[in-house]
């Protein structure tokens, strides 16, 4: 694992901010952070980055314990939800110092800045100061730094926050490009965009993980079909009748079919979709989109919630 928590607790003064967390990041996944305002997103990336002590369980950061700058050293980085750069320092001096802080040699600095600031198209900005930048570039300014020196896990803090749908996009490519080259976690309240990058999401509630896993698994991609029929017939018991074994489910508000299935070999969601599509179709019900599972935020919101009780009151 790149980070491991268990039985995190950590409270502010009366505020618990997390509360026996349990987190598990795979090496190499692009790990999404999903929570509540409040949840304790923010509290999880300050302990594993070492800014904040738990006040009970472990924490594990790449195999090496809990944060140590000695043994962290250049091996994990981050953009924390308000990143502070000197105001004064032009974008190339502000990236070189902290460059050198993760550890670039001086001889490679000049090289690692300019391929940062190529990466979040800041070139043209090199020589200019950074209370200068407009939020949005501050933000590309941040999510770059995270990246100097080649970290092996990088936790971004709600990265996108703020940036131009264009921007936003192009950070994402980002992010997706450094599948399997290192370990990403993200927190964010975009959830169709965490959906698009993400391999593995977390859902936080309370200062604990309520669910988490492959997002293929938490959405139920490899378990459920969505038939969204338009106006017309919905031939329901043919539908049953084709798919006997698995479980189908009209719900008339969403005019969706809901067929729930156990995967197995040659019983793929693929499969499914072909024998439930072969009787509407034949009844002359109108299609008008399929999907497999329920988008993360469908998951989401159709999540209890924790009693509000639950959180908040700390045990000192
Ligand atoms: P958001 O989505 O709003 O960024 P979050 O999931 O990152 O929220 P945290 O910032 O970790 O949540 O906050 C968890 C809890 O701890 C909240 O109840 C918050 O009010 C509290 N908290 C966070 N930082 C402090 C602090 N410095 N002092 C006191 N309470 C704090």
Redesign the pocket.
């Known amino acids: 694992m790149a980070l491991s928590l268990r039985g995190v607790g950590k409270s502010?003064?009366k505020?618990q901010?997390l509360d026996g967390l349990d987190l598990d990041v795979p090496r190499g996944s692009i790990f999404g952070l999903v929570?509540?305002?409040?949840?304790?997103?923010?509290?999880?990336f300050a302990i594993a980055c070492g800014f904040l002590r738990a006040d009970r369980g472990s924490v594990n950061v790449l195999g090496a314990g809990p944060f140590d700058a000695a043994r962290h050293r250049g091996r994990l980085s981050a953009l924390p939800?308000d990143a502070a750069l000197g105001r004064d320092l032009t974008l190339y001096e502000q990236l070189s110092y902290l460059g050198r802080l993760q550890g670039v040699p001086r001889h490679e600095i000049r090289g690692e800045v300019e391929r940062i600031l190529h990466l979040v198209d800041l070139s043209d900005r090199a020589g200019t100061r950074t209370r200068t930048l407009s939020h949005g570039m501050l933000r590309r300014l941040g999510i770059g730094q995270a990246f100097l020196g080649q970290p092996e896990l990088v936790l971004l803090d709600e990265p996108t926050n703020g940036l131009d749908p264009n921007q936003a996009h192009s950070i994402r490519d980002f992010i997706v490009a450094q599948r399997g080259t290192r370990t990403i976690v993200v927190?964010s309240?975009n959830l169709p965009e965490l959906e698009t990058m993400c391999d593995h999401v977390a859902i936080?509630d309370g200062?604990r993980v309520v669910r988490s896993g492959p997002i293929s698994q938490v959405t139920g991609r490899n378990e459920e079909v969505h038939i969204v029929l338009a106006d017309g017939p919905v031939p329901l018991a043919q539908t049953q009748a084709a798919l006997a074994g698995d479980t189908v489910e009209w719900d008339a508000s969403a005019r969706t079919l809901r067929v729930s299935f156990s995967s197995r070999p040659g019983r793929q969601a693929e499969d499914v979709i072909g024998a439930a599509l072969r009787p509407l179709l034949e009844a002359g019900a109108r299609i008008s989109s399929v999907s497999r599972g329920q988008s993360l935020e469908r998951t989401y919101l159709a999540m209890p919630a924790l009693p509000p009780e639950l959180p908040k009151q700390g045990r000192n």
């Open positions: 502010y003064g505020i901010a929570g509540r305002n409040g949840a304790g997103k923010t509290t999880t939800q927190s309240h936080m200062g």
